[in-house]
T-cell receptor, first 113, second 114 residues
Framework: AQSVTQLDSQVPVFEEAPVELRCNYS??????LFWYVQYPNQGLQLLLK??????LVESINGFEAEFNKSQTSFHLRKPSVHISDTAEYFC???????????FGQGTRLTINP | DTGVSQDPRHKITKRGQNVTFRCDPI?????LYWYRQTLGQGPEFLTY????????KSRLLSDRFSAERPKGSFSTLEIQRTEQGDSAMYLC????????????FGPGTRLTVL
């Protein structure tokens, strides 16, 4: 059965510092990978996703994630965070041919000035 | 705003009562999903529809839960004989019927069972 592990439940960083949010998954078949973000008092929004092709995917607000098949990871990175990046970030996976998303438990990113 | 909408946003009920939630998906989306999220956890899949057909149900969906999507448009999720353990945020999402299609989530209905 597929599962997703987000290794850090909370990540505090200073503004303009780099950040990495870690995500590992387990699956025996091909997968699609997603990062969703939930800003305070808002619903889940897609940040970026990997379906196929280039293993490095980027979002419009400076985040990027790299699919590493051998390590079954899809870590999210940003070279310089802003206060507005404060949110909870969820990694999710769906198996090719399946429809449901399996989510990790989330990582709360807190940006300190 | 043409996003996914859910109603009500909050529901407080007493144990043993029945509750029903509604989800209106993005109009051109033929897939509709229900998830449940408890505090400190990621969303957990409950069920999904393609048009009006319910194609998959999670083991989390006990026989007290029933979901419908008549005419392939809006969907309802009913919980009968609510229990305190049913307290959670119930999320609806919709997507196009394509492999890897993005699921767009609604704001959720927060259920509190007293």
């Amino acid at each position: 059965a597929q599962s997703v592990t987000q290794l850090d439940s909370q990540v505090p960083v200073f503004e303009e510092a780099p950040v990495e949010l870690r995500c590992n998954y387990s699956s025996s078949v091909s997968v699609y990978l997603f990062w969703y973000v939930q800003y305070p008092n808002q619903g889940l929004q897609l940040l970026l996703k990997y379906l196929s092709g280039s293993t490095l995917v980027e979002s419009i607000n400076g985040f990027e994630a790299e699919f590493n098949k051998s390590q079954t990871s899809f870590h999210l990175r940003k070279p310089s965070v802003h206060i507005s990046d404060t949110a909870e970030y969820f990694c999710a996976v769906s198996e090719a041919g399946a429809q449901k998303l399996v989510f990790g438990q989330g990582t709360r990113l807190t940006i300190n000035p | 705003d043409t996003g996914v909408s859910q109603d009500p946003r909050h529901k407080i009920t007493k144990r043993g009562q029945n509750v029903t939630f509604r989800c209106d998906p993005i109009s051109e989306h033929n897939r509709l999903y229900w998830y449940r999220q408890t505090l400190g956890q990621g969303p957990e899949f409950l069920t999904y529809f393609q048009n009006e057909a319910q194609l998959e149900k999670s083991r989390l969906l006990s026989d007290r839960f029933s979901a419908e999507r008549p005419k392939g448009s809006f969907s309802t999720l009913e919980i009968q004989r609510t229990e305190q353990g049913d307290s959670a945020m119930y999320l609806c999402a919709s997507s196009l019927g394509l492999a890897g299609a993005t699921q767009y989530f609604g704001p959720g209905t927060r259920l509190t069972v007293l």
